[in-house]
T-cell receptor
Framework: GAGVSQSPSNKVTEKGKDVELRCDPI?????LYWYRQSLGQGLEFLIY????????KSGLPSDRFSAERTGGSVSTLTIQRTQQEDSAVYLC?????????????FGSGTRLTVV | RKEVEQDPGPFNVPEGATVAFNCTYS??????FFWYRQDCRKEPKLLMS???SGNEDGRFTAQLNRASQYISLLIRDSKLSDSATYLC???????????FGTGTLLAVQP
């Protein structure tokens, strides 16, 4: 597609449930990133994928968070046993490669609310 | 200390005013810098890259001072549509990802 697509756009879940968030990057972009943004806060890096290299998972806040990228395209971020502090907007971005001369293009995000 | 720091504002300015935002970064190995704009409840969008020589795009001018580890964004002749949060962003050093400041909120008043 023309842009980065994320689904669902909104997700309300009960504490303790697992959720899956999906990101479909721009075709041809080899680098894919996940960030999250809590209310009134800046963007917090979670994980990135670049081609066939091992992902950089250094930003994942706990082992309840995991992500995968299949076939070098679509990525799924999974949060297990959700907690209220996981409530945030989860943003996916992609770029042609890891040297973002043109910056990243973000999707419109998934707003996760844990009740 | 955060890697990229900004004054959160808000900056309330009248239409037509000139406003300047500043940002400091702590990682001297950072290679590239950007300004992003984020509208309320929307995703961030790239506004412009920042170069040491300074760059201008219409009413917007960005400047990088590596010696002081300082980045600026100047908006001239502010419009109501400029109201948004402006995010200062650094890239590089030991990381291969963009590091975002928490943003400066601009509200342009009629």
């Amino acid at each position: 597609g023309a842009g980065v697509s994320q689904s669902p756009s909104n997700k309300v879940t009960e504490k303790g449930k697992d959720v899956e968030l999906r990101c479909d990057p721009i075709s041809g972009h080899t680098a894919l990133y996940w960030y999250r943004q809590s209310l009134g806060q800046g963007l917090e890096f979670l994980i990135y994928f670049q081609g066939n290299s091992a992902p950089d998972k250094s930003g994942l806040p706990s082992d309840r968070f995991s992500a995968e990228r299949t076939g070098g395209s679509v990525s799924t971020l999974t949060i297990q046993r959700t907690q209220q502090e996981d409530s945030a907007v989860y943003l996916c971005a992609s770029s042609l490669d890891l040297t973002p001369a043109a910056g990243y293009t973000f999707g419109s995000g998934t707003r996760l609310t844990v009740v | 200390r955060k890697e990229v720091e900004q004054d959160p504002g808000p900056f309330n300015v009248p239409e037509g005013a000139t406003v300047a935002f500043n940002c400091t970064y702590s990682n001297s190995a950072s290679q590239s810098f950007f300004w992003y704009r984020q509208d309320c409840r929307k995703e961030p969008k790239l506004l412009m890259s920042v170069y040491s020589s300074g760059n201008e795009d219409g009413r917007f001018t960005a400047q990088l001072n590596r010696a002081s580890q300082y980045i600026s964004l100047l908006i001239r002749d502010s419009k109501l549509s400029d109201s948004a949060t402006y995010l200062c962003v650094g890239y590089g050093g030991a990381t291969n990802k963009l590091i975002f400041g928490t943003g400066t909120l601009l509200a342009v008043q009629p």
